[in-house]
């Protein structure tokens, strides 16, 4: 949407905080008015209906018509009738002897409404005036208005006009709000509102960028969507789809142009804005010079006409929508001229990429090398233009001559990699089906049957396995370097997945490639790490990322990054692998390649404890690609998680409710045996041992032989289950056995992981300290906070159990303080942490209610983060006054430091269920 003058456009919040501020001060007796402007269908009426609705009192509705006959007492209709004003009083108020100048008629006839407005009861809320294309009144009538509009201050009435862009300058003085266009997300949330459902950010940001932001457009657009554009499968046509109402609109108008009038409405529909002194001359080559036209002057009457704008010395079509109308309606032989003399006279020079599709769609065979189509392609997607992009090489693909079966499928290949990367996966399936292997280049070949790799993982569908290593021994015979490429691209796919055989056959597909060990950045070298991992040796993957010189190679390819990123997460090094899809993340570009990242980043905060970091990722990345779509199973199983620390498991039972109704046939094992997984450890947080013993049990049923950090924790959360339902010989049986699972394999984060286990089933208290030393990790590299919020949680209550009721407090007060302080609620609501065995061995828990009103001020303030002399200063007493509450504080609940203060405060928020910790009980 063009805003003239340069104005501003307002978001939809701010505008209607504007329009409430006007009621509020006329309901104080402080009238006014204000002019919202806008062109036409920009959503400016929509807006008008909207604040009408939203007002509770009473209201005048007046809708301007461009009749120059029309009457003051025809116009105003609407609103005399509400305020009572008398018509013929108004008539006979006009003098007759002579034509009065319309100021006079403004005045006389506004005097007489301001008088019946200040007469006029409005009741409780004040009067609102409406007023609806109040620039096609005649002048007489906008006399009236502005009169009226200026001498609003000491009444109860708020007058609200919608006006074109061009306001009349009688209501110039007044106010003016330009209509708003959305932002992306009000976008988002409007286009959710209208279809009832949301689709991925790319289709929204399309919808947002041909929309401008313009409620009404972005409306017409949701009306013409298919269910494969509403999921972001597809994209949108182009040109896009459009009401009839408009194409007919300008299929009348077309009716009454001139022919160089049609073809100035085509080029600037292809070409968008364009100066008119170039416009002039664009046609003036199709007409030819010889012929007597004022060009200039048939471009003026489509200004005056509203047919185009111009705005900062070029002229254009009023919105996207009507340019894609207008070469809709377009005869094709008009349209295929047009074409070429926008590429003739270079109108898109300063957009290549543009210049290149507008030169596909000319309806020849297209001169450029595949080459140069390839990579203004790239150029155009990555401008934001996914969707032309995507059109042209389908274009060019169905202009190619059948034969030449090399340039489609090298083509098709490039469509697939952009269609892949933004999401529109119904569209990249149909790119795939176009493509040869044998017939590109080894690397183009690696590249693209990697991608339909990709893109079956991304889908949770089932590989080609057969397929994918006859490609790889296909390969191997023309570039071993290639076929290493995609062996290691398809086994680590495998292996995200759980599937060992399938990777290892992959890999050895690729030995006849005569791979070189000695390069560990290889792909195949980096998924040969992984199946170390697998199987339950980490040497070789902290052998094969040792080399700084790797990590720096893996910086500048992508694949690799994530890869060994991923490697570093399953070898328990977070800060490393955090560091490694941080600098992966800024480098990707599309909706895709960023919720993979964020995907990967998910379970990286969730092995290191970071609830809310995680949460925080996986909601932003569900902007982007909805779970349903992209990578459905996994995020689903982060979803559980997330949810299931979080304590809130209400949602939890609902989703696996969900899950049960409409079961996925596309979901893998390693997804399942990690969903039983997590929703075991969600029984154990409940005390629901005994499905937590059933869930986990059908997780290790699942793929009990893969080694992984999650598939450890699984195993120890096994160990505690058994434990809290008073099975401690079974507990050891298992503890035994990962420990000879383990020999081979250690690493920080196994240690910690393997000393919680031993702690849980420590015989003596000195067996149990060292457990619980080595379970929180050395000095210098303390163990995930997770892990230690755990590791005293169990302490506290092995402590409990022994009656040492001081140390109990210590640890248990310490293992709530850092479950609070990461999101982990779902622990800190566990039977396990707060279970008392009995009434009379239960030690006093502390409680803020104890506290006198002027300690829990002082408490309030210290929960919202303010230092003791900012408190002070808040509620007028010393410093030191301060510091000897908060003694007392202390020493009532029984602790010594802020951060358990915080703590306190968490575990009666989350036991009353409705208390904030920033504003905690009073006492009494």
Same mark, same amino acid.
Not at 484 to 512: D, F, I, K, N, P
């Given at each position: 949407m063009v805003i003239a003058f340069g104005m501003r456009a307002h978001g939809r919040a701010q505008a209607i905080h504007q329009i409430e501020q006007g009621l509020q001060n006329a309901a104080a007796g402080s009238g006014s008015a204000l002019v919202v402007t806008g062109t036409r269908r920009s959503g400016r009426t929509h807006f008008l209906d909207e604040v009408y609705r939203m007002h509770e009192g009473r209201t005048a509705f007046v809708t301007g018509l461009r009749e120059s006959d029309l009457s003051p007492l025809a116009a105003f209709l609407p609103l005399f009738t509400r305020i009572g004003v008398d018509?013929?009083?108004? +008539?006979?108020?006009?003098?007759?002897?002579?034509?009065?100048?319309?100021?006079?008629?403004?005045?006389?006839?506004?005097?007489? =409404?301001?008088?019946?407005?200040? @007469?006029?009861?409005?009741?409780?809320?004040?009067?609102?005036?409406? +007023? &609806? &294309?109040? &620039?096609?009144?005649?002048?007489?009538?906008?006399?009236?208005?502005?009169?009226?509009?200026?001498?609003?201050?000491?009444?109860? =009435?708020? =007058?609200? #006009?919608?006006?074109?862009?061009? +306001?009349?300058?009688? *209501? /110039?003085?007044? !106010? /003016?709000?330009?209509?708003?266009?959305?932002? #992306?997300? $009000?976008?988002?949330?409007?286009? $959710? @509102?209208?279809?009832?459902?949301?689709? !991925?950010?790319s289709t929204i940001i399309e919808l947002h960028r041909i929309g401008r932001g313009n409620p009404v457009d972005i409306g017409e657009l949701c009306e013409h969507l298919t269910t494969a554009q509403l999921h972001g499968h597809s994209v949108l046509p182009k040109p896009v789809a459009v009401a009839h109402n408009r194409t007919d609109r300008w299929r009348t108008a077309f009716g009454s142009l001139t022919a160089a009038q049609r073809a100035a409405l085509t080029v600037l529909s292809i070409a968008g804005a364009v100066e008119p002194d170039r416009l002039v001359e664009t046609l003036r080559s199709k007409f030819g010079s010889d012929i007597d036209l004022d060009l200039d002057h048939e471009i003026a009457t489509l200004v005056r006409a509203d047919h185009i704008q111009s705005i900062r010395h070029q002229v254009h079509v009023h919105s996207h929508l009507d340019r894609a109308a207008i070469y809709t309606i377009a005869p094709p032989k008009l349209r295929v001229e047009c074409h070429r003399v926008v590429d003739s006279h270079s109108l898109l020079r300063e957009r290549p990429a543009l210049a290149a599709a507008n030169r596909v769609f000319i309806g020849e065979p297209v001169d450029m090398h595949t080459d140069e189509i390839i990579r203004r392609m790239a150029e155009l997607a990555k401008s934001g233009e996914v969707a032309l992009a995507i059109h042209t090489i389908r274009r060019v693909l169905d202009t190619l001559d059948t034969s030449d079966e090399t340039h489609q499928s090298r083509l098709a290949a490039h469509a697939l990699r952009i269609a892949t990367s933004w999401g529109y996966f119904a569209d990249a399936t149909q790119f795939a089906d176009c493509i040869e292997p044998q017939l590109l280049r080894p690397d183009e070949a690696a590249a693209a049957v990697a991608t339909q790799l990709f893109l079956r993982y991304l889908r949770d569908e089932r590989f080609d396995d057969e397929w994918v290593r006859n490609t790889v021994t296909a390969l191997a015979s023309r570039c071993p370097h290639?076929?290493?490429?995609?062996?290691?691209?398809?086994?680590? *796919?495998?292996?995200?997945?759980?599937? /060992?055989?399938?990777?290892?056959?992959? *890999?050895?597909?690729?030995?006849?490639a005569d791979l070189r060990e000695s390069d560990p950045a290889s792909t195949a070298s980096l998924a040969k790490a992984h199946l170390a991992i697998t199987d339950g040796s980490s040497e070789l993957a902290s052998h094969r990322l040792s080399s700084s010189a790797v990590t720096d190679r893996m910086n500048d390819h992508r694949v690799g990054s994530a890869m060994s990123a991923h490697l570093l997460q399953q070898l328990g090094r977070h800060s490393e692998a955090g560091n490694s899809l941080g600098r992966l993340s800024t480098q990707a570009t599309s909706p895709v390649e960023r919720t993979v990242v964020m995907t990967l980043q998910v379970d990286g905060e969730l092995f290191a404890g970071n609830i809310d970091a995680a949460r925080l990722l996986w909601d932003e990345s569900q902007s982007l690609v909805p779970a349903e779509d992209c990578l459905p199973s996994l995020r689903l199983c982060q979803r559980i998680q997330i949810l299931g620390l979080s304590g809130r498991f209400n949602e939890v039972d609902d989703l696996v409710d969900r899950i049960r109704s409409t079961p996925s046939s596309h979901a893998h094992r390693a997804n399942e045996s990690r969903l039983r997984w997590a929703l075991g450890q969600i029984a154990l947080m409940r005390g629901d041992y005994e499905s937590s013993i059933s869930l986990l049990e059908q997780s290790f049923d699942l793929d009990g032989q893969v080694g992984g950090h999650w598939q450890l924790q699984r195993q120890v959360d096994l160990i505690e289950v058994f434990v809290r339902s008073g099975e401690p010989e079974m507990a050891e049986r298992v503890l035994r056995t990962l420990g000879l699972r383990l020999a081979a394999r250690h690493s920080p984060s196994t240690t910690v992981t393997l000393a919680r286990g031993e702690l849980l089933v420590a015989?003596?208290? $000195?067996?149990?300290?060292?457990? *619980? @030393?080595?379970?929180?990790?050395?000095?210098?590299?303390p163990a995930p906070t997770l892990e230690r919020a755990r590791a005293h949680a169990i302490y506290a209550d092995r402590l409990r159990a022994d009656s040492e009721v001081t140390s109990y407090r210590h640890h248990r007060r310490t293992a709530r303080s850092l479950f609070a302080r990461i999101g982990?609620?779902?622990?800190?609501?566990?039977?396990? +942490?707060?279970?008392?065995?009995?009434?009379? &061995? /239960?030690?006093?828990?502390?409680?803020l209610a104890q506290l006198t009103e002027q300690e829990n001020e002082i408490v309030a303030l210290v929960l919202q983060g303010l230092r003791n002399h900012d408190i002070g200063r808040r509620t007028f007493i010393s410093q030191r006054t301060v510091e000897k509450r908060l003694t007392g504080v202390f020493r009532k609940l029984g602790i010594r430091s802020r951060a358990e203060l915080f703590a306190v405060a968490a575990a009666e928020h989350t036991e009353a269920g409705a208390t904030s910790p920033g504003h905690p009980r009073r006492a009494g």
């Open positions: 018509g013929d009083a108004l +008539v006979g108020a006009i003098p007759n002897d002579r034509k009065p100048a319309v100021d006079d008629v403004g005045a006389i006839i506004g005097d007489r =409404v301001l008088s019946a407005l200040e @007469s006029f009861d409005t009741g409780e809320f004040p009067l609102l005036v409406a +007023v &609806d &294309d109040a &620039d096609l009144l005649p002048p007489s009538c906008i006399a009236i208005l502005g009169y009226v509009a200026r001498r609003l201050a000491k009444l109860r =009435v708020f =007058v609200v #006009l919608a006006s074109g862009p061009r +306001v009349d300058p009688r *209501l /110039q003085a007044l !106010p /003016q709000l330009p209509m708003y266009t959305m932002t #992306l997300a $009000e976008s988002g949330a409007f286009v $959710e @509102s209208a279809t009832g459902g949301r689709p !991925p950010l290639s076929a290493s490429t995609l062996a290691g691209v398809a086994g680590y *796919l495998h292996l995200c997945r759980h599937e /060992q055989e399938q990777a290892h056959l992959v *890999l050895a597909a690729a030995e006849s015989k003596s208290p $000195e067996e149990a300290r060292m457990a *619980l @030393s080595r379970a929180l990790g050395p000095r210098t590299a982990a609620v779902g622990w800190l609501d566990a039977a396990r +942490v707060t279970r008392e065995t009995s009434a009379a &061995d /239960q030690p006093p828990v502390p409680s």
